[in-house]
């Protein structure tokens, strides 16, 4: 009797083991055949260079000089999906992006920080938070970094935000983020799947 049963649990295990199989090859060759996240606007990545961009990691760095000597970093990711990301039929990406901007002037050892959030259609951003930081190096909880950036005045918050596309952080740069963002988890994702089916269709080694 209890060499049926282990025959009947290992018959069930083995069937259970062949359906998830199916249903991640099926995912696999629906994530290969589909192109969910086209360009529909102008995206480039203009002046900027990637630094960074591992298979790994989530996030992509990107990094500009300009003729002025000052640098400007771009460390971008994708934000959580909106649990709205369904009822938005216009929008095709689902998730928004967080991106922190970070410019720095030649010869010193402070530089302004921004955080930012990119739209869900790439259009362009807004601005989260504002830091004048003395030094990267002596960032700590009590170290006073300015007003939240909504409670700046309307004039000021506008500035901000054009100092930044003047710096190149336009809609053509945003509208390439977000696409190349969604794009690179996309990869990660199939590549997460491959992992998976190559697990369960590994047959258990006999104790």
């Not at 086209?38 to 990094?63: A, I, K, M």
């Not at 002037?105 to 951003?125: A, H, N, R, T, Y």
């Not at 000021?156 to 952080?169: E, M």
């Amino acid at each position: 009797m209890r060499k049926a049963r282990g025959v009947v649990q290992k018959g069930c295990k083995a069937v259970q083991d062949l359906n998830l199989l199916k249903l991640l090859q099926s995912e696999i060759q629906h994530e290969l055949s589909s192109d969910p996240f086209p360009t529909s606007r102008s995206s480039s990545l203009g002046d900027f260079v990637v630094e960074w961009d591992s298979p790994q990691t989530q996030d992509v760095v990107l990094r500009r000089k300009l003729e002025s000597g000052e640098e400007v970093a771009v460390s971008a990711m994708l934000g959580p999906i909106s649990p709205w990301a369904a009822d938005k039929e216009d929008s095709l990406c689902p998730r928004h992006g967080e991106m922190k901007i970070c410019v720095k002037k030649p010869g010193l050892s402070s530089l302004l920080q921004f955080d930012c959030v990119i739209l869900e259609d790439g259009s362009g951003f807004r601005i989260r938070d504002c830091y004048y930081l003395h030094s990267p190096a002596r960032i700590g909880p009590s170290v006073y970094r300015g007003r939240c950036f909504h409670d700046l005045d309307s004039k000021l918050r506008s500035t901000l935000k054009g100092y930044l596309v003047a710096k190149g952080i336009g809609e053509e740069l945003t509208n390439f983020l977000l696409h190349y963002l969604h794009k690179k988890e996309q990869g990660q994702y199939v590549n997460w799947l491959h992992k998976l089916e190559s697990f369960v269709a590994k047959e258990a080694k006999p104790e």
